[in-house]
T-cell receptor, first 115, second 112 residues
Framework: DAGVTQSPTHLIKTRGQQVTLRCSPK?????VSWYQQALGQGPQFIFQ???????QRGNFPDRFSGHQFPNYSSELNVNALLLGDSALYLC??????????????FGPGTRLTVL | DQQVKQNSPSLSVQEGRISILNCDYT??????FLWYKKYPAEGPTFLIS?????DKNEDGRFTVFLNKSAKHLSLHIVPSQPGDSAVYFC???????????FGKGTRLSVIA
């Protein structure tokens, strides 16, 4: 049983560019959450998708957007990249919807470097 | 304003001894707490959780203690093993349906 997978593993972009990160949830999971982990920090919640809709959002600007597909996979898009967007982006999936009581399983992350 | 604080960036413990990782929180509305473990090049892995209606939860070598009045929780690992060497994150949530708020993590090194 495959766990949460993310692609690409690493990515280098320049300021002002746009980036799309991808996530496939663990089999049987229908909810996907995205987190940003800056160097030396804990993961910070970006947003959560369930039933192809954004259900909750953290304190991130509109440059950060996402999408969930009918097969529950998800994309994170970041426009107009800033140097401060350099971070590890983690995707987590869970079953049954939106409760934090449902264990979140994390992928290995995508390391984004903005030059 | 950091709502979940792990004030010790690192901890070194000898194999077989107890590891105690600490976490403080400021938001009194938090009622569900979790610990995650993260190895390099892997995503965080859920370890153990505790609801605010309890003050202790045990799972094998791992025990989490919650002191609500002090807004403090701790993770005890007994006995510590070299494979426990990882970064440990404390996380908190409100009412089971709000996003997890993570601390900055504590790097545990278990020395053989």
């Amino acid at each position: 049983d495959a766990g949460v997978t993310q692609s690409p593993t690493h990515l280098i972009k320049t300021r002002g560019q746009q980036v799309t990160l991808r996530c496939s949830p663990k089999s049987g999971h229908d909810t996907v959450s995205w987190y940003q982990q800056a160097l030396g920090q804990g993961p910070q919640f970006i947003f959560q998708y369930y039933e192809e809709e954004e259900r909750q959002r953290g304190n991130f600007p509109d440059r950060f957007s996402g999408h969930q597909f009918p097969n529950y996979s998800s994309e994170l898009n970041v426009n107009a990249l800033l140097l401060g967007d350099s971070a590890l982006y983690l995707c987590a999936s869970s079953a049954r919807g939106l409760s934090v009581l449902d264990t979140q399983y994390f992928g290995p992350g995508t390391r984004l470097t903005v030059l | 304003d950091q709502q979940v604080k792990q004030n010790s960036p690192s901890l070194s413990v000898q194999e077989g001894r107890i590891s105690i990782l600490n976490c403080d929180y400021t938001n009194s509305m938090f009622d569900y707490f979790l610990w995650y473990k993260k190895y390099p090049a892997e995503g965080p892995t859920f370890l153990i959780s505790i609801s605010s209606i309890k003050d202790k939860n045990e799972d094998g070598r791992f025990t989490v203690f919650l002191n609500k009045s002090a807004k403090h929780l701790s993770l005890h690992i007994v006995p510590s093993q070299p494979g426990d060497s990882a970064v440990y994150f404390c996380a908190a949530s409100r009412s089971g349906n709000t996003p997890l708020v993570f601390g900055k993590g504590t790097r545990l090194s278990v020395i053989a």
